[in-house]
C-alpha cells in the first residue's frame, strides 16, 4: 500500500521530521499522534506530494510516489487537509462531485456515488445546501465525503489520509465518521488519521504512530502505544491506563 522508509523533511534550516518509517497496509487504519509541532500534518503533507522530502523514500503500491502520473495517483491516494477552503457558493453535492475528477465514468454513476459517499459521511440531509451556509463541522463532513468519493467504494492499493477530520465536530459525528473511515479500511483500504482525542485513537485505529518533535517515539498497536510512560514523555500529561470495560482497548483518563 503506502510504504515510508527513513523519511526526513527540511524547512529552511529545521529539521521538521526524521528518520520516519511507516507502513501502510490494506484493511488496517493507523492513528497519527503527537503534540502540536510534533510533525503530524507535515508527515501527511509528504505522503501526499504536497511537500517536498528532503531524503528517504515514499512508495504507493511499490511504486515512488513522485512517479505516478496526477491522475492516476488521484485514484489511489486521497487526502483530507485539517482545513479545507472553499469560497464559492456550490451546493454540497457538487463539492463532493469534484472527487470524481479523476474519472469518467459518467454522470448517472457519478451521482450514485456522491450521494453514497454522503450517506456514509452522515451528510444526505445536506443535499442541495449552499456550502458556504453550513456550519464548521458540515462543511468538515462534505468534504470527507468528497475524499470518500473520490476512492469509493474503497479497495486494495487505495490510501485514504486524513488530517483531524474530527477537530469540528460533535461527540456523535465524531464517532459516525471514523465508523465510516473504519469501513472504507475494511472494504480493503489503507488509512492513516490525524487525531488529537487518545480514546478516539484507541477505539478506532489498529495501529498508532506517535511522534515527538519529529521523530518516532513509539509504534505499533494502542495497547503498545498508549502507556503512562509514552504519554507522560510526549504530552507532558499524567494519566490513567485502563481497559475500557465493553471493548478492552486502552481507556486513557487524566490524572
Known amino acids: 500500500m503506502l510504504q515510508v522508509s527513513q523519511l526526513q523533511v527540511r524547512r529552511g534550516f529545521s529539521t521538521v521530521l526524521s528518520e520516519v518509517d511507516l507502513h501502510l497496509r490494506a484493511g488496517r487504519v493507523t492513528g497519527g499522534l503527537g503534540a502540536n509541532g510534533a510533525g503530524k500534518s507535515t ?119 486524513l488530517d ?29 488519521v490525524i487525531v488529537h482525542d487518545l480514546n478516539l485513537a484507541a477505539r478506532y485505529c489498529d495501529d498508532l504512530l506517535l511522534l515527538n518533535k519529529g521523530r518516532v517515539f513509539a509504534s505499533g498497536s494502542p495497547d503498545e502505544v498508549l502507556r503512562a510512560d509514552s504519554l507522560g514523555a510526549v504530552f507532558g500529561l499524567e494519566v490513567l491506563i485502563q481497559k475500557h470495560p465493553e471493548r478492552n482497548h486502552p481507556l486513557i483518563i487524566a490524572r
Open 43 to 161: 508527515l501527511l503533507s509528504a505522503l501526499c506530494g504536497e511537500l517536498p522530502i528532503t531524503s528517504g523514500e515514499v512508495l504507493l503500491n511499490n511504486r515512488r510516489l513522485e512517479d505516478w502520473p496526477d491522475q492516476q495517483r488521484a485514484q489511489y491516494l486521497a487526502v483530507l487537509p485539517q482545513h479545507s477552503t472553499l469560497n464559492f457558493g456550490f451546493r454540497v453535492e457538487e463539492v463532493v462531485g469534484m472527487g470524481r475528477l479523476p474519472y469518467s465514468t459518467g454522470r448517472q454513476l457519478d451521482e450514485q456515488i456522491v450521494r453514497a459517499a454522503l450517506v456514509a459521511a452522515d451528510s444526505e440531509h445536506l443535499l442541495g445546501r449552499n456550502y458556504l451556509q453550513l456550519s464548521g463541522g458540515e462543511r468538515q463532513r462534505v468534504h470527507l465525503a468528497r475524499v470518500l468519493a473520490q476512492l469509493w467504494p474503497g479497495g486494495k492499493g487505495q490510501v485514504l489520509l
Open 164 to 192: 483531524e477530520p474530527t477537530s469540528m465536530l460533535d461527540p456523535l459525528h465524531q464517532h459516525s465518521i471514523l465508523q465510516a473511515v473504519r469501513v472504507f479500511a475494511e472494504r480493503g483500504g489503507a488509512v492513516l
